[in-house]
C-alpha cells in the first residue's frame, strides 16, 4: 500500500468517526501550547488514559494531503521522522523530539485511533521552542553580572534590567518589596529581536527613594509571563548616594566609648519587618549591608551579626567617628547614629610612682623638700593627676605641677610632680589620684609611705623582752592607727620590715626573708618559723598622720634541747634513775641543742652528813651552729660509810623560766674505801687519752685542707674552697668557735644531713610508685583497666613552640632529652588529652627506678608537684610538704629548704598544669622560680596548656609542644597495651574509622585514642562514621551503658539535663570544676554517683590551709572538688543544653545569638561542633551565626559535616574554595588556620585538585615531619598533598637553612599534581642539594621552582639536574645573584652522568 493510499485510508476512518460520533465534543488529552528547550530532547505530552489502536503525528495541521511522520499501529512504530532518528513515540501517544531545533516551533496534529478502522480523533498542539537566556536571572546594570549586590546611586540614575538571548521574549517587571507585600513601581520595558532570540528589558528613568537614603529593587519575570525561563529574581540595594555622608536631621546621637583592642558590637534597630540596612561611617563610606536574603561587606575590618549589628573587631583610635545604621521596610526609614570613641587603658592599672616602680604602694625615705613624681603612659584620654597626704582620714592636696604629653600612637602620658612638705611626724601617707574626664574609665590610687629624714619626734619607749621557740611562730602587737609600720634592729639587718595602711598590708623588705613575715590588718606581725637569725629588736610605729605613737620589743630566740631533758651517763630514765657503782666514781651530766646556753651543776640531796661530795667538776661547752651543747663531767666521793647517795643535776641560768630541766639518780655502792689519789691518776688519764686522740685528727684535718688548697690553687679553682670556708665560719655568736670545733660541728651536720636526705627521697619515691602504679588509660575503667605508666607510656617526641624559640632550634625525639638540656627553664605545651601529666609521671618513675640510660639516674632529688591541687598554697616548700610527704612526716618546709639549696645536690622540678594552678594569678614562688629568682642551680619543667604561661619568665626558657599521635606511637601504644591476639582486631578497627580524616583529626589526641583502642569491643559493630558527633555518641553511649551492666540502671533524661545544664554554665564562665558539695545539692546523691561511677565526673582534692589558727598549729583542711574528665566531654554535655536553648521558638535572632557570643568559638570548637551534629535547627543557626563573623567561613563548613554526618555535604563549598588560592598568613587564628588544614585534607580525600596553597610569612620546619609544611606559632601542619598543583612560601628576609630547604623540596616530591613552587623574598643558598633534590628530580610530573628573591623584580629557576639556580635566560645565578644571599652550597648533588664518571 503506497502513502497515498494510506493517506486516503485515514481520512475515511476521519469521516466514519465523525459520522458515527454523531456530533459528540471529544475532550482534548493534548495541553497546547507546549514548551520545548533547544538543543534537548522534548517531549509533546499527550497521554490518554484508554486503549488506543494508532497514533498518528503530522508537523501540519492538514493531515489530509499529508503523511504522519510517526505513527504508531498497535504497537508498531514507523513514519518518516521515525525513520530519519528525529521523532519517537511514547506509548501513550506523547511525541518525542529527539533534539529540538528551531524548526519543531510549529503545530502539530494527532490523529488518535481506538480500532482499526473505527472512530478516530485529532487535536492540534502548538508547540513553542525556547531558549533560555544567558543567566537564570536579569543583569542588572549596577550589579556586575551578580543577582543581587548593593549600589551607591544618585536618584537621578537610572536602572536598568536585561535578559539578553532568550526565547520567546520574556516580559520583565520592576517592584518594590515591603514588609507588606510588594508594591509596583513605574517603569518602561522594550523588547529587541535578534534573529531567532530575543533580548527584554526594564527601565527606571529616576529612582523612587521618596525620601529615604535605602531602597531595595527586584527585578523578576511577570508572574503570568510563560514560559518560565528565569529561577531567580535580581535585587539591587541601593543607597542615596547624596545622603551617605550625611546624618540624618532628627536622628538621636549616642556616643559610647569602647576600650581599644576590644571587639564591640553596635546595636541597630533591626526587626522582622526590616527589608533592608546598611551600615555607614561619616567621611568613611559604607561598610555593610544586608537584606533577608544576602549580606553585604564592603569592609574586611567590621563583621555583621544576624540582628544586624555592626562588629569592630580589634578597635582602635583609627575606628573613632560617627556611624550611622538605617533600617528600611520598603516603604520608612529608621536611624541610628553613634558617634564612637575608644579609650585605652594603661598598662597599669594606678600611676606610677618614681619610687615605687611598678608597684602600687611601697615605702621609700625621703627628706622635706624632695620631689615626687607619678606618671601614666599609654592612656587615651589624658589623665589627670592630683597629689594628696593623708591625714585623720582627710585627704590634704600638695601643690604640683603636671605635664601631658602625646604620644606618636595617639596615647597620652601623664606626670605630676610635687614637692614633699614639712611634717611633724617621722611617716607620711601619701596619694597620688588619678581621674578621667567622663569617667570613661577607673585607675586606681597609688600609695606611698614616706619615712622622712630629719629631726623628729623621738620614742621613750623601754623595749619588751619577747622570748619565741625556734621554729614556730611568733606574733607582737602593736596599737592602732591609719598607718601602722614595722621596723627591726639585728645583727644581721637594719630595715623596715611592713606596713599598714587603710586596711590594707605590704612588705617593705624585698629580700627573699620578706616572705616570713606576715602583717595583719591590725598591726600585728607573724613571724612565720622564727630563727635565730631574728633576734633583735623590733620596733612598731603607728599614728594618725597628725600624731604618733611606738611600741618596742627585743625579740630573742630559744631552743628546746633534743632530747627534750638532761641526759646522765647510765640512766635511760629521764627524771629519776639508780645508778650502780662498786665505789666512789665519776658522773656525766649533759644537754645537747639548747639555747640560750645555760649551766650545769650537780647537787646532792642526801648522803652529806656521811662525808659525799663531788671534786673535779669539768665543763665541755661546744656550739652547734645555733645552739650549745654542754656536759659536767664531775668525781663524786661518797664517804666511808655510804651505802646510798641521792644527786641531782640540774639547769641554772639567766632565764629559769625557759627550761626546767633536772635529773635525779639514786648512786648505791656496793664496794670498800677507794683511794682518793688512785682514783684522781684514773680520772687524769681517762681524760687525757680522748685528748690526745682529738689533737691528733685536728692536726690531720689541717693537713689535708692545707694540701687541698694548694692543689685548688695552683689549677686556679677557689671557689669550692672558698664556699667551704664560707660555711664554717659562723656569725655571731659562732665566732667564739675554734677551727677545731668547726670541724667536729661540719662533720656533724654533715651526717644529720645526709640523713635527712635519704628519709625525704625514701617518702618521695613511696608517693610517686603509688601514682605510677594506678593509671587508668580510659575513664571510670574498672580495676581490669587498670595499668601502671610503664605499660600505657609510649614517647612520642615533642616539637619546638616556635612562638618562643629562635629560628633554627630543633625538636627532640624524646622525653628524656628534656632532662639532657643545658637549659634550666622549660615549658612543655599541649591541649588537653596530649599526655602533658603522663610524660612527667613517667619521668618521676624512671628516676625512682634508677632507670640505666635515664638522665634523671644521676638526680639527687626529682619534685613532681600537681598544681590542681594547690588551692591557696603559694610557697613551694609547703607545696611539697602538703602533697607529697605522709601526714605523719617530721621533715619541715624549712628543712626542705635547706636541702635542696645544697650546692652538690641536682634537683629536677616538675610542675605539673599550671593551667590548672588556682593560684596563677597570685604572687607566689612558682612565678620566682621560673622568672629565675629562685632555685636558679635547678632544672625546673613546667608542663601547661598550650599558651596558659607564667606572666615572667627567665629569657633563657625553652619552648617545646607535645606532638599529636604519629602512626608508630599508635602501634607502639597497641603493642604495649594489648595481648599479641587482641592487636589485628584493633587495628581492624582503626581501618574501619580513619577512612574520614575529621575522624582521623581526633584520634591523634593520645587521649581519645586510647579510649578509642580500649573501647574496641564496644565499638567492632559500629557503622563507618564521618564526624566527631557520631564517634563522641558512640563513646558517651560506652559509658552511660556501663551503668546498666554494672547496676541494671540506666541514666535518666532529666538526669543528663541537669548536668548538660551546669556543664553549659561552666563554659560560659570557664569554670568547670565545681565544689562537690554544690554539686551534689544540684544533681543530688544518686544522679551524682553514677556519672562519677561511668567515669563522666572525676573527684580530686584540693589543699585548703584553712583559718590562721589552724594554719598555725598545723591543721590542714582539704575540699573536694568535681570536674569532667575531659574539657571535650564538657562540651559534649554543654552542647545538649545548648541545643534546647536554639531549638526554643521563643529565642529570635537576638536571644540566640548574644546567648552564642558567651561562647568563643576558638576555645570551644567541639561544643560547636556536637550542637551542629545533634540538631539540625541548632546547625542553621550556628552556621549562620558564624558565616556572619569575621573569618568564620571555613568552621562554619566543618560544622556543617557534624550536621550532616557526610563530607560530601560540603563538596561543592570546598570546591570553591579550592579553585581559589588557599592562604594561611601569621595574624590568623589557630582555629581558622586549622580549619582551611582539614578542609584541604578532606578535598584531598575527596580528590579535588587544589589550584594553590600560599604561606604568607607563616612556613616553620618541624625536624620530627620532615615532609610536612609547619606553620610557626601553632605547631599545626599540612602533610602531603596529592592534588596541590602550586605551592608558594613567602618569607621576606628569611634565611632558608638547610634542613629547610629539604623540607620544601622533600614536601614538593610528594605533591603528585605539583607544577610550580615558589620561594618568594625569601634568602636561599645559590646551590640546592640533599635528599629533597633528589625525590624532586624522580618525581612524575615535573615541576617547575621559582625563586623571587626580590619580588617579581628577579626570577630565578632551579636546573635540576645541577641543583643550580639560573636567571631566567639560562644565566647562571652566581654572576648576578643579590648581594644578601647565600652563595655555598649545602651538600649539593652532582647529576646522574657527574655521579657516575665519579664512580668510575
Known amino acids: 500500500m503506497d502513502n497515498h493510499s494510506v493517506a486516503v485510508m485515514i481520512h475515511m476512518m476521519t469521516l466514519i468517526a465523525s459520522i458515527t460520533s454523531e456530533g459528540e465534543i471529544q475532550q482534548s488529552n493534548c495541553r497546547s501550547p ?293 533600617t528600611n521596610d520598603g516603604e520608612s526609614e529608621h536611624d541610628v547614629v553613634y558617634d564612637v570613641h575608644t579609650y585605652a587603658i594603661p598598662v597599669h592599672p594606678h600611676p606610677l610612682i618614681e619610687a615605687c616602680g611598678t608597684r602600687k604602694v611601697c615605702s621609700s625615705v625621703q627628706v622635706a623638700g624632695d620631689v615626687l613624681s607619678c606618671e601614666v603612659e599609654g592612656a587615651r584620654p589624658p589623665v589627670n593627676l592630683t597629689w594628696s597626704v593623708r591625714a585623720l582620714n582627710d585627704d590634704l592636696t600638695i601643690d604640683s605641677e603636671g605635664t601631658v604629653n602625646n604620644q606618636s600612637d595617639g596615647l597620652f602620658s601623664s606626670i605630676e610632680s610635687a614637692t614633699l612638705p614639712n611634717l611633724n611626724t617621722s611617716f607620711a601617707v601619701l596619694y597620688c589620684t588619678p581621674s578621667v574626664e567622663g569617667d570613661v574609665f577607673e585607675l586606681q590610687d597609688s600609695l606611698l609611705l614616706v619615712e622622712l629624714v630629719g629631726p623628729r619626734p623621738s620614742f621613750k619607749t623601754p623595749p619588751i623582752t619577747n622570748w619565741f621557740e625556734r621554729d614556730t611562730d611568733g606574733e607582737l602587737s602593736c596599737g592602732n592607727g591609719m598607718y601602722v609600720v614595722w621596723k627591726r634592729r639585728t645583727a644581721s639587718a637594719n630595715d623596715s620590715i611592713a606596713f599598714a595602711v587603710n586596711g590594707g598590708t605590704y612588705p617593705m623588705d624585698t629580700t627573699d626573708r620578706s616572705n616570713r613575715f606576715d602583717m595583719r590588718t591590725d598591726g600585728t606581725l607573724v613571724l612565720n618559723s622564727v630563727l635565730v637569725d631574728d633576734e633583735g629588736i623590733y620596733v612598731c610605729v603607728f599614728g594618725d598622720g597628725v600624731t604618733e605613737s611606738a611600741t618596742m620589743y627585743d625579740l630573742k630566740v630559744f631552743a628546746v634541747p633534743s632530747p627534750p631533758h638532761l641526759v646522765v651517763e647510765g640512766c635511760e630514765q629521764q627524771s629519776y634513775c639508780v645508778l650502780e657503782k662498786p665505789s666512789d666514781g665519776s658522773v656525766l651530766c649533759s644537754v645537747h641543742g639548747i639555747r640560750p646556753e645555760v649551766k650545769l651543776t650537780w647537787t646532792i640531796q642526801s648522803g652529806t652528813e656521811n662525808g659525799a661530795t663531788f671534786v673535779n667538776h669539768t665543763v665541755v661547752r661546744s656550739i652547734n651552729r645555733e645552739t650549745y651543747d654542754i656536759s659536767l663531767h664531775s668525781y663524786l666521793r661518797a664517804g666511808r660509810t655510804a651505802e646510798k647517795i641521792t644527786i641531782q643535776c640540774k639547769a641554772v641560768g639567766p632565764h629559769p623560766e625557759l627550761f626546767e630541766l633536772s635529773s635525779t639518780l639514786d648512786v648505791r655502792f656496793s664496794g670498800g674505801e677507794v683511794n682518793e689519789d688512785s682514783n684522781l691518776a684514773l680520772l687524769s688519764l681517762l681524760l687525757l687519752i680522748p685528748l690526745a686522740i682529738f689533737v691528733f685528727v685536728v692536726i690531720c684535718i689541717k693537713v689535708t685542707r692545707r694540701r687541698t688548697n694548694d692543689t685548688r690553687g695552683l689549677s686556679g679553682d677557689e671557689t669550692d674552697s672558698g664556699r667551704k670556708r664560707d660555711r664554717a665560719v659562723p656569725d655571731s655568736p659562732k665566732a667564739e668557735l675554734d677551727e677545731t670545733q668547726m670541724t667536729l660541728l661540719d662533720s656533724t651536720a654533715d651526717t644529720s644531713q645526709d640523713q635527712l636526705m635519704a628519709d625525704f627521697v625514701r617518702q618521695l619515691k613511696n608517693k610517686y610508685r603509688r601514682w605510677c602504679a594506678n593509671v587508668h588509660p580510659i575513664p571510670g575503667g574498672g580495676k581490669h583497666q587498670q595499668r601502671s605508666i610503664d605499660q600505657i607510656y609510649v614517647d612520642n617526641g615533642l616539637e619546638v613552640s616556635r612562638s618562643h624559640n629562635l629560628a633554627g ?308 583542711k582539704s575540699t573536694r572538688k568535681v570536674k569532667f574528665t575531659h574539657k571535650i566531654i564538657c562540651e559534649w554535655y554543654a552542647a545538649i543544653c545548648l541545643v534546647r536553648y536554639l531549638e526554643k521558638s521563643q529565642f529570635g535572632l537576638r536571644g540566640y545569638e548574644r546567648h552564642l557570643r558567651k561562647l568563643n568559638p576558638f576555645e570551644l570548637q567541639y561544643l560547636y561542633k556536637f550542637t551542629c551534629g545533634m540538631s539540625s535547627i541548632a546547625a542553621r543557626r550556628i552556621i549562620q551565626y558564624l558565616d556572619s563573623g569575621v573569618n568564620g567561613h571555613e568552621f562554619a563548613l566543618l560544622c556543617k559535616v557534624e550536621e550532616t554526618d557526610q563530607i560530601e555535604s560540603i563538596t561543592e563549598d570546598i570546591k570553591k574554595i579550592c579553585e581559589e588560592s588557599v592562604s594561611f598568613f601569621e595574624p590568623s587564628s589557630r582555629l581558622l588556620r586549622a580549619s582551611k588544614v582539614q578542609l584541604l585534607e578532606i578535598a ?145 648533588v652532582k647529576p646522574e652522568a657527574e655521579s657516575k664518571s665519579a664512580e668510575a
Not at 527589608?275 to 555607614?280: G, L, N, P, T, V
Not at 613552587?1317 to 629533597?1332: A, E, F, H, W
Open 34 to 326: 507546549q514548551y520545548l528547550e533547544m538543543g534537548r530532547e522534548g517531549v509533546v505530552k499527550c497521554s490518554h488514559g484508554q486503549t488506543v489502536y494508532g497514533y498518528y503525528w503530522y508537523d501540519t495541521t492538514d493531515s489530509s494531503r499529508n503523511q504522519p511522520i510517526i505513527r504508531n499501529e498497535d504497537g508498531s512504530k514507523s513514519g518518516r521522522g521515525y525513520a530519519a532518528g528525529e521523532y519517537d513515540i511514547q506509548n501513550d501517544g506523547s511525541l518525542v523530539i529527539k533534539s529540538v531545533s528551531f524548526d519543531h516551533d510549529r503545530v502539530y496534529k494527532l490523529l488518535t485511533a481506538k480500532r482499526q478502522f473505527g472512530e478516530t480523533s485529532e487535536e492540534d498542539v502548538t508547540v513553542i521552542v525556547t531558549v533560555r537566556p544567558d543567566e537564570d536571572f536579569p543583569l542588572i546594570d549596577q550589579c556586575s553580572g551578580d543577582v543581587s549586590c548593593f549600589a551607591q546611586l544618585s536618584p537621578q540614575t537610572a536602572l536598568r534590567c536585561i535578559v539578553s538571548n532568550s526565547r520567546p521574549a520574556i516580559n520583565l517587571r520592576w517592584s518594590l518589596p515591603t514588609s507588606k507585600g510588594t508594591l509596583d513601581v513605574s517603569y518602561t520595558s522594550r523588547v529587541s529581536p535578534s534573529g531567532q532570540l530575543f533580548t527584554s528589558e526594564a527601565s527606571i528613568d529616576e529612582i523612587p527613594f521618596q525620601g529615604n537614603s535605602l531602597l531595595l529593587l527586584e527585578c523578576k519575570q511577570k508572574r503570568d509571563d510563560l514560559p518560565s525561563l528565569l529561577t531567580e529574581t535580581a535585587t539591587v540595594l541601593i543607597q542615596n548616594r547624596d545622603l551617605a555622608q550625611t546624618i540624618p536631621p532628627g536622628a538621636q546621637t549616642m556616643t559610647p566609648y569602647y576600650q581599644e583592642g576590644s571587639s564591640p558590637q553596635l546595636l541597630c534597630d533591626y526587626s522582622e519587618n526590616t527589608i533592608a540596612m546598611a551600615w555607614r561611617r561619616v567621611n568613611s563610606g559604607t561598610l555593610a549591608a544586608k537584606t533577608r536574603q544576602r549580606v553585604f561587606k564592603m569592609s574586611e575590618d567590621v563583621g555583621l551579626s544576624l540582628d544586624g549589628s555592626l562588629i569592630l573587631p580589634d578597635i582602635n583610635l583609627r575606628d573613632e567617628g560617627v556611624y550611622i545604621c538605617s
Open 1244 to 1388: 584531598f580525600q575527596l580528590k579535588i585538585p587544589i589550584k594553590s596553597v600560599f604561606f604568607d610569612r607563616c612556613y616553620a620546619f618541624f625536624e620530627e615531619f620532615p615532609d610536612s609544611l609547619g606553620m610557626k606559632s601553632n605547631g599545626l601542619r599540612i602533610p602531603p598533598l596529592a592534588n596541590l598543583q602550586e605551592l608558594e612560601i613567602y618569607s621576606p628576609g628569611h634565611k632558608m637553612t638547610e634542613g629547610e630547604c629539604n623540607n620544601i623540596l622533600t614536601y614538593a616530591s610528594k605533591c603528585d599534581a605539583l607544577v610550580e613552587l615558589r620561594l618568594s623574598k625569601t634568602l636561599q643558598p645559590m646551590v640546592m642539594g640533599g635528599d629533597g633534590l633528589r625525590a624532586i628530580r624522580a618525581k612524575k610530573i615535573k615541576c617547575t621552582l621559582m625563586w623571587l628573591p626580590e619580588g617579581d623584580k628577579l626570577t630565578y629557576f632551579l636546573e635540576q639536574e645541577t641543583g643550580r639556580w639560573k636567571l631566567e635566560g639560562g644565566r647562571v645565578g652566581k654572576d648576578t645573584e643579590p648581594s644578601s644571599q647565600e652563595t655555598e652550597p649545602l651538600n649539593p
Open 809 to 1116: 632550634a630543633n625538636g627532640i625525639q624524646s622525653y628524656e632529652d628534656l632532662f639532657r638540656l643545658e637549659a634550666k627553664r622549660i615549658i612543655v605545651e599541649a591541649d588537653a588529652g596530649y599526655g602533658k601529666s603522663s610524660m612527667v609521671m613517667k619521668a618521676a618513675d624512671d628516676w625512682c627506678k634508677a632507670k640505666d640510660g635515664s638522665p634523671l639516674k644521676e638526680v639527687h632529688v626529682f619534685i613532681l608537684l600537681q598544681m590542681k591541687s594547690l588551692k591557696d598554697i603559694t610557697s613551694f616548700y609547703e607545696a611539697i610538704v602538703k602533697s607529697l610527704l605522709p601526714e605523719d612526716t617530721d621533715i619541715t618546709k624549712f628543712m626542705i629548704e635547706r636541702l635542696l639549696k645544697r650546692r652538690d645536690v641536682v634537683v629536677v622540678i616538675a610542675l605539673d598544669g599550671f593551667d590548672e594552678y588556682p593560684g596563677r594569678d597570685m604572687k607566689s614562688d612558682f612565678k620566682s622560680i621560673f622568672s629565675g629568682d629562685m632555685l636558679q642551680g635547678a632544672q625546673v619543667v613546667l608542663v601547661t596548656r598550650t599558651d596558659c604561661l607564667p606572666s615572667a619568665l627567665d629569657p633563657t626558657t625553652r619552648h617545646f609542644r607535645l606532638t599529636e599521635f604519629s602512626d608508630k606511637a599508635r602501634q607502639d601504644y597497641i603493642h604495649n597495651s594489648f595481648q599479641e591476639h587482641q592487636s589485628p582486631a584493633v587495628n581492624e578497627l582503626l581501618d574501619k574509622f580513619s577512612v574520614s580524616s575529621i575522624i582521623n583529626n581526633l584520634l591523634k589526641v593520645p587521649l581519645f585514642f586510647t579510649m578509642f583502642v580500649h573501647l574496641t569491643n564496644e565499638l567492632k559493630d559500629a557503622d563507618t562514621i564521618e564526624s566527631t558527633t557520631r564517634l563522641f555518641e558512640l563513646f558517651m553511649k560506652i559509658f552511660e551503658n556501663r551503668l546498666r551492666e554494672k547496676e541494671g540502671r540506666v541514666l535518666s533524661k532529666r538526669h543528663i539535663a541537669l548536668l548538660s545544664k551546669i556543664a553549659l554554665e561552666g563554659v560560659e564562665g570557664n569554670e568547670i570544676a565545681w565544689p562537690k558539695q554544690a554539686l551534689l545539692r544540684r544533681l543530688g546523691t544518686d544522679c551524682f554517683n553514677d556519672f562519677v561511677h561511668i567515669g563522666i565526673l572525676v573527684e580530686e582534692e584540693e589543699g585548703d590551709d584553712g583559718s590562721s589558727m589552724e594554719k598555725k598549729i598545723g591543721i590542714t
